[in-house]
């Protein structure tokens, strides 16, 4: 399973930008798919996950200006962002767990896309 995160590039803060995840290959089912970043020097760490029952949850950094959603018959999750602070600044990626059409489990990271929040 592939997944492709695009959407990024240079925002002023207070802005918006919305990434999208979108996962191909055999699959079967996406369980969840998540969102993660990691700025310049720093540790990846989460933003926001989202079940395939839809339910969310995000980290207390982001919540009230990001929103993860989803699109089951394309496969895609997409994290608006909104209000962009520079802190906000990262490569994210995204991931994704589910099966396979063959019901193996999978386990799958996307190549990073750049969010750039500067004035």
């Known amino acids: 399973v592939q997944l492709q995160a695009y959407g990024g590039g240079l925002v002023r803060p207070g802005g918006s930008l919305r990434l999208s995840c979108a996962a191909s290959?055999?699959?079967?089912?996406?369980?969840?798919m998540g969102w993660y970043r990691q700025a310049p020097g720093k540790q990846r760490g989460f933003v926001a996950r989202i079940t395939n029952d839809g339910l969310t949850n995000y980290a207390d950094s982001v919540k009230g200006r990001f929103t993860i959603s989803r699109d089951n018959a394309k496969n895609t999750r997409y994290l608006q962002m909104n209000n962009l602070k520079p802190e906000d600044t990262a490569v994210y990626y995204c991931?994704?767990?589910?099966?396979?059409?063959?019901?193996?489990?999978?386990?799958?990271w996307g190549r990073g896309t750049l969010v750039t929040v500067s004035s």
């Open positions: 290959g055999s699959i079967f089912s996406i369980n969840n």
């Open positions: 991931s994704a767990a589910g099966l396979t059409q063959d019901l193996r489990g999978f386990e799958s």
